[in-house]
T-cell receptor
Framework: KQEVTQIPAALSVPEGENLVLNCSFTDSAIYNLQWFRQDPGKGLTSLLLIQSSQREQTSGRLNASLDKSSGRSTLYIAASQPGDSATYLCACPRSGGGADGLTFGKGTHLIIQP | GAGVSQSPRYKVAKRGQDVALRCDPISGHVSLFWYQQALGQGPEFLTYFQNEAQLDKSGLPSDRFFAERPEGSVSTLKIQRTQQEDSAVYLC????????????FGPGTRLLVL
């Protein structure tokens, strides 16, 4: 059974800092890994999806890396802004396959101080 | 284009009442997922449909939970004889259905059972 852990659970940093969010998973036989953002009272917004054949994906100030062998992924946020404040969730397919439900971590609650 | 929509957005039920939650996926999306998110936790998988077929219902917490997608588009999650522990946000997601596809989430239905 896939288990996903995210560290830290919460993080508060001043605006402008670069930061790294960590995600680890127990079953390395995954097809992909996805990072989401969740704002209070809202649904999830997909940020990045990394295929198992890729090592990283970039979108604007966000960069996600994937190391299947060690069961780890990181989300790097450059030049953080107050608008980046949200909960960030990491998720993997439950059974390794693509068209299946996801197993989520508990998330990292991020606060960017103006 | 239109995203995933869910209704109602908020539902208050008395313990023992039946509730029905609706999900309208993105048009053309074959796969549909239901998740339950408790306060401060990541979403937990409930069930998965491919078109009208329910391929996995292993995450449904009890036989009081029932989901259907009779025509392969709109889905309904029904909870019978609601209990206080059913209070959570219920999220619906859809994807094109091919392997390694991004899941797109709706805003969720926040259920409070008194």
């Amino acid at each position: 059974k896939q288990e996903v852990t995210q560290i830290p659970a919460a993080l508060s940093v001043p605006e402008g800092e670069n930061l790294v969010l960590n995600c680890s998973f127990t079953d390395s036989a995954i097809y992909n890994l996805q990072w989401f953002r969740q704002d209070p009272g809202k649904g999830l917004t997909s940020l990045l999806l990394i295929q198992s054949s890729q090592r990283e994906q970039t979108s604007g100030r966000l960069n996600a890396s994937l190391d299947k062998s060690s069961g780890r992924s990181t989300l790097y946020i450059a030049a953080s802004q107050p608008g980046d404040s949200a909960t960030y969730l990491c998720a993997c397919p439950r059974s390794g396959g693509g068209a299946d439900g996801l197993t989520f971590g508990k998330g990292t609650h991020l606060i960017i101080q103006p | 284009g239109a995203g995933v929509s869910q209704s109602p957005r908020y539902k208050v039920a008395k313990r023992g009442q039946d509730v029905a939650l609706r999900c309208d996926p993105i048009s053309g999306h074959v796969s549909l997922f239901w998740y339950q998110q408790a306060l401060g936790q990541g979403p937990e998988f409930l069930t998965y449909f491919q078109n009208e077929a329910q391929l996995d219902k292993s995450g449904l917490p009890s036989d009081r939970f029932f989901a259907e997608r009779p025509e392969g588009s709109v889905s309904t999650l029904k909870i019978q004889r609601t209990q206080q522990e059913d209070s959570a946000v219920y999220l619906c997601a859809s994807s094109l259905g091919r392997l390694q596809e991004t899941q797109y989430f709706g805003p969720g239905t926040r259920l409070l059972v008194l």
